[in-house]
């Protein structure tokens, strides 16, 4: 065989088994066989690929990982087994899965500033703030329907929220929290069905102040009847979406929908606010109804009790964190990156340690961006002023693929649609990579 894989040359050989949970057709014969000691990923993945059109002569190559017990493989056979201590005169079991990296790369959008933050959790749009004081909203990703314009400084901040369908609205009806450097929470809503040839121009139906600083991280609660907000004031604050005497909640859109939008808005300040932060709280995620946490530039992570307000984990990590992401196992695991090169993972269930239970050290400059998979313990991504965004495995230390579209620094990534990742930057573009397959 070439060079990509399996070495004719190589003498030392190892019996192994492949097994797999993927489905046919990707299943092979599960009795073993004699490999090349030497192979690495790529050849055993050229192995796998050959038993399997030999079963079936249309199977089109695919690309696979694998693992024995349970870690990924990220060197040549022997070698792990002897890092590992691994007996090579047994037969080795390896399951392989399918490589996680993205199949295709859409051609950016273009936008007029930086794209500072972006929101993936709606598969049927991608919603994107920028530094030019707009939000917008991306059709499949691509199609700019919706422009949402009022705020007086950069947008820092969205999140598509869970709003829940009434009587007065319909499941097409989508609401947007946005925040900006104007100090300003905004909430949107619109209709995701309608469009034309020209983006419609939306204007906010609320408009939350209280912040003494730019807004720099937003996130809904589960319930999608509150926001929470963090800023460079320093303080966390919690806002109701809709309250009494907002009106019906059709005619607020309808009237958003008109070309002016410079209206009046309807004004709300904060319901509560969490003090403790010492510097900028830079992230804040609201995983569950009663527990907020939260990153700062004051090197610690904390988690609140929403009811009393108070803190109830506080962890100094020493680094100045830029994000943070609550997900993996049971949901607990929280990971953080920020003013290092360094993605860290930890586990709060862990009493007395404020060690990382993860270190994933490839990126060569700040981190802007982390984010588990929705639906894997054990995938996330991270996003970085070195101009990349990496996939990664809980299972290994090595990145599973590098998306390098972006020629500056990438400021925010979301995953989109399972198996996508949009990503935005200093090089004012919006990219979406698809095809990623998580198994």
Known sequence: MDSNGINEDSSRQVRVRFVTKLRPPFKVPTTSIAVPANLSRMGLSEIVNLLLKNSNTEFQTTPFDFLIDGELIRMPLEQFLLAKGISAEKIIEIEYINAVAPQKQRDPSLHDDWVSTVDGTNPRFVLTGCYDNLARIWKDGSICTHVLQGHNGAVTSV?????????????????????????????????????????????????????????????????????????????????????????????????????????????????????????????????ESQTIYSASWDHSIRTWDVQTGKATWNMVCGKALNCLDVGGEGSALLVAGGSDPVLRVWDPRKPGSTAPIFQFSSHSSWISTCKWHPRSIFHLLSASYDGNVMLWDLRTAWPLAKIDMHKDKVLCADWWKDDSIASGGADSKLFISSGISIS
Do not use: Y
Not at 186 to 199: H, I, K, Q, T, Y
Not at 254 to 280: I, N, S, Y
């Open 159 to 287: 999140n598509i929220i869970n709003h829940k369908a009434t009587s007065s609205t319909s499941s097409n009806d989508i609401c947007i929290a946005t925040g900006s450097k104007d100090k300003t929470l905004r909430l949107w809503m619109f209709d995701a069905v309608e469009s034309g040839n020209n983006p419609v121009r939306i204007g906010a139906f609320k408009i939350l102040k209280g912040h003494t600083s730019s807004v720099q991280s937003i996130s809904a609660k589960p319930s999608g009847d509150m926001v929470c907000s963090g800023s460079w004031d320093c303080s966390i604050k919690l806002w109701k979406v809709a309250s009494e005497g907002d009106g019906d909640s059709v005619s607020v859109k309808k009237r958003r929908l008109v070309d002016d939008v410079d209206e009046p808005q309807l004004e709300e300040d904060a319901t509560a606010e969490l003090v403790g932060h010492t510097q900028c709280v830079s992230s804040v995620v609201w995983p």
